[in-house]
């Protein structure tokens, strides 16, 4: 997915500046030296500051009287700006991102699936049964890219035959991280039982059955949820965000 930030000198700078702090490289207090950043980059002071302006939009720094710019707590971060998901789900994803988008996806996709069934049209319905095939045609792949787009592709014609505009347009920020988490995912889900849960979802949908899709997706939910958290606990201290969490619980 390409980001908005990622256009010209300036969004170069914010891309780079962005990884940095999702990475935990720059934590919140750190102090950006605009004088080092210059000399990094080789742009301009006010290439430099559009940069700063759109990490500010972003909740991701700040700056004070006599002390500069700074990173900013991680309570004020846009958590569902497009860019700061990209950030967050490239290269070795967030573990607490891809757990808590299990979660997210627990909640919506159900209903989602649900609506679809009620309001789906004939072009929306033939746009899940396409997503199927192309989901089915690489079952057999060894490359995760084509799986993941096409798996992102059925989750985006369901949200969108759900007829809820919101909900479709949330596919836009879950993109980057269920990008993130299909890739991680990819050699443990491309099951025979991947494929027939995510099947069941179409028919029922096709059936206009209403209660049968919002369950059949609960099911392929859980699954994937399952299926996150024992990817995200072969890391220790992912081990220990879920034992956290499982304990909140």
Do not use: C
Not at 215 to 234: C, F, G, P, Y
Request: aromatic content about 4%.
């Amino acid at each position: 997915m390409t980001t908005s930030s990622r256009r010209g000198l300036h969004g170069h700078v914010v891309d780079v500046l962005g990884h940095r702090i999702m990475r935990g490289e720059l934590v919140s207090g750190d102090i950006m030296d605009p004088d080092a950043l210059l000399a990094e980059f080789q742009v301009s002071r006010t290439v430099l500051r559009e940069a700063i302006k759109v990490l500010t939009a972003k909740g991701l720094v700040d700056a004070r009287p006599r002390l500069g710019t700074y990173v900013t707590e991680r309570e004020r971060w846009q958590l569902l700006d497009g860019d700061v998901m990209t950030w967050r789900s490239e290269g070795f994803p967030d573990p607490l991102l891809v757990l808590e988008l299990s979660e997210v996806r627990q909640v919506l996709e159900p209903a989602a699936a649900r609506l679809a069934a009620v309001r789906r049209t004939e072009e929306q319905r033939a746009d899940i049964e396409n997503a199927m095939l192309a989901l089915v045609a690489t079952f057999e792949s060894t490359e995760a890219a084509s799986h993941v787009a096409a798996d992102l592709a059925f989750h985006r014609a369901v949200l969108a035959a759900s007829g809820n505009e919101l909900l479709a347009r949330f596919e836009v920020v879950l993109e980057p991280a269920l990008h993130a988490r299909n890739e991680l995912a990819f050699e443990h889900e491309t099951t025979t039982h991947f494929l027939d849960s995510h099947r069941a979802v179409v028919e029922a949908i096709i059936a206009q059955d209403a209660d049968r899709a919002h369950a059949t997706m609960t099911v392929l939910m859980d699954q994937s949820a399952r299926d996150s958290e024992a990817i995200v606990i072969k890391d220790a201290a992912g081990a220990a965000l879920v034992n956290t969490r499982t304990r909140a619980l």
